[in-house]
T-cell receptor, first 116, second 112 residues
Framework: AQSVSQHNHHVILSEAASLELGCNYS??????LFWYVQYPGQHLQLLLK??????LVKGIKGFEAEFIKSKFSFNLRKPSVQWSDTAEYFC??????????????FGRGTSLIVHP | DADVTQTPRNRITKTGKRIMLECSQT?????MYWYRQDPGLGLQLIYY???????NKGEISDGYSVSRQAQAKFSLSLESAIPNQTALYFC???????????FGPGTRLTVL
């Protein structure tokens, strides 16, 4: 089975610090890559996505992610975090399965706490 | 944003009871999914459906069943609830191809 690894389970930062959350996947074929955010008590919502083209993707709220195919990675970055970025972050990979369907697989998530 | 709704939002039940969680969407998407979220485990796919006549098991389907009553409705049933099914359950939808998923607000289920 395909897997998605998020290396940082809990991250604690102070406001204005830089953020990088790691995401690696195991599938060598065609994939679509996503980062979702879940604010406390809310549902998941999309931060950014990569399908093809420029491997550096910019999302909402100042987040960006870089796809490095050779490393099977899609790391999320933000130069300066804010208290409102406190949330859980999920990396997700859609890979091509038998029958032509894209099945999404999620990582275990990274809990980010930003202190004011 | 009420494009994907789930009922109930919270439910406490007892071991052995049958429970149905419902999901409705107004996004016109063909694809619908049920996930459960447990702390530290992320989201695990229970079932998914790519159209009304298509139902597929996910990675943790044991103990669950689903029904796709219409394009807009996808229900998850626990035939005989057990305590380790206590979790947060999310419904999601997506359009064709490799598009993003849109999630409902979640149902917090507690099985005593």
């Amino acid at each position: 089975a395909q897997s998605v690894s998020q290396h940082n389970h809990h991250v604690i930062l102070s406001e204005a610090a830089s953020l990088e959350l790691g995401c690696n996947y195991s599938y060598g074929g065609t994939v679509n890559l996503f980062w979702y955010v879940q604010y406390p008590g809310q549902h998941l919502q999309l931060l950014l996505k990569y399908f093809s083209g420029d491997p550096l993707v910019k999302g909402i709220k100042g987040f960006e992610a870089e796809f490095i195919k050779s490393k099977f990675s899609f790391n999320l970055r933000k130069p300066s975090v804010q208290w409102s970025d406190t949330a859980e972050y999920f990396c997700a990979v859609r890979y091509f399965a038998s029958g032509g369907s894209y099945i999404p697989t999620f990582g275990r998530g990274t809990s980010l706490i930003v202190h004011p | 944003d009420a494009d994907v709704t789930q009922t109930p939002r919270n439910r406490i039940t007892k071991t052995g009871k049958r429970i149905m969680l419902e999901c409705s969407q107004t996004k016109g998407h063909d694809r619908m999914y049920w996930y459960r979220q447990d702390p530290g485990l992320g989201l695990q796919l229970i079932y998914y459906s790519f159209d009304v006549k298509d139902i597929n098991k996910g990675e943790i389907s044991d103990g669950y069943s689903v029904s796709r009553q219409a394009q807009a409705k996808f229900s998850l049933s626990l035939e005989s609830a057990i305590p380790n099914q206590t979790a947060l359950y999310f419904c999601a939808t997506s359009g064709g191809g490799g598009n993003e998923q849109f999630f409902g607000p979640g149902t917090r289920l507690t099985v005593l």
